[in-house]
DNA sequence: TGTACATCAGTGAACGCGCGTTCACTGATGTAC
DNA sequence: TGTACATCAGTGAACGCGCGTTCACTGATGTAC
């Protein structure tokens, strides 16, 4: 046979950088942060535990590349349920995060995980901050009286706060449930867009 | 000598597990959540490893009854803060949230770190019950349109939010730094204050 | 006031755990000439 | 087109780690009679 064995596993893999990505993003998603560790990557990806240390270094800059993912496919979103938002564009962008953050709830933990992984790993920072910048950028485009930056200010904190407190399953148990209307994820993320109107 | 050596350490300590809660509070506000551990607990106590398990059960019981403190000194905060505050009950509300959450800031995290203490220990379901009744208490003592519920999730969710990104400093990096009016954690929560007047 | 006995509080040695990381190494690839 | 050699990618065995928890135990306290 002048052809190489399908089943002969290649000294090199050709892209084990993204394999290896693409094993934890799904083992993070299925059961949770504490399942990514170095040596289940390495296994799921079918190699040794030294190969991850080799294309990440730690196990805390793999953390790291992985929350750099989740940036970016946060930023993805934003841009695609925003861009034809209008003068809405703050109001659509909490319920565009809150969305995201429902979607991915593992992943959006991570990113803000900074005791886990190495905050100043360079991928990360710039998906970050091309995040950030992002996320700044869409809560101007709404047209209204104020500061800017304190209504990006508020309509970041909003989005941040009301999905955090939904992934911890709290306003559901304090404030929702049986006969109140707001009794699921989904019915909160939906009033998210509508918090944005209550006047104080 | 008919009075007991005060050198001698007595086999029963009176009063250990409030001594071993004392020591975890105190390493978790210096050291960070990780250092707090069954052992650590028991060397700062002058104990064996056994006896904080035998108070507690478990070290996710432990942190659960920890954190039933933080909730307790959450509720103390918010009802002397706010005990004359009128009509504006939902706005101070979002400011003594902050200065709680900035105030102490590891006890904040641990909090709602569901993965690391035992979310179903009673003290702790007790205490968070609690403090989230009176969340929305004072949320709702302010005089103002739409249904108040709406507007405790909406207070709530903005504090919430503006506190966790404070303690990550992302705001400031993002938005705030040199020059811009918002340098340090203090300006932004003087701010908070001002974000319940922010129109849309 | 004593005594017997149940219960509580804490001991200290030991176990197993899977982990991240290191190390000297080998297999494979690409490149200069 | 071939060859020498540097570089890159991955191996696999080993190390040390402090941890949470268990266990059979002992010291101390309180209570019934």
Redesign the pocket.
């Known amino acids: 046979m002048d052809h190489p064995d399908p089943q002969a596993?290649?000294?090199?893999?050709?892209d084990?950088?993204r394999a290896i990505l693409d094993a934890a993003e799904r083992m993070l998603a299925e059961e949770g942060l504490e399942a990514v560790?170095?040596?289940?990557c390495?296994r799921a990806a079918?190699?040794?535990?030294?190969?991850p240390?080799?294309?990440f270094?730690?196990?805390?800059d793999l953390l790291a590349v992985l929350a750099a993912r989740g940036f970016g496919q946060l930023v993805a979103r934003l841009d695609a349920d925003l861009s034809q938002s209008g003068h809405q564009g703050d109001r659509a962008l909490v319920g565009a995060y809150v969305a995201f953050a429902l979607s991915a709830p593992r992943m959006f933990d991570l990113m803000w995980r900074e005791d886990v992984l190495n905050p100043a790993q360079a991928e990360l920072v710039a998906a970050r901050s091309l995040a950030l910048g992002r996320l700044q950028f869409h809560s101007q485009t709404a047209i209204g009286e104020g500061d800017a930056r304190l209504r990006a200010i508020r309509s970041w904190s909003l989005a941040h706060g009301l999905a955090t407190l939904l992934l911890h399953g709290r306003i559901v148990t304090a404030l929702g449930g049986p006969g109140t209307g707001l009794e699921t994820k989904e019915d909160f993320a939906a009033l998210a867009y509508d918090l944005m109107f209550v006047r104080g």
């Open positions: 596993k290649p000294y090199h893999h050709g084990l950088r560790t170095i040596r289940a390495a079918g190699v040794s535990p030294a190969a240390i080799h294309h270094g730690s196990l805390r």
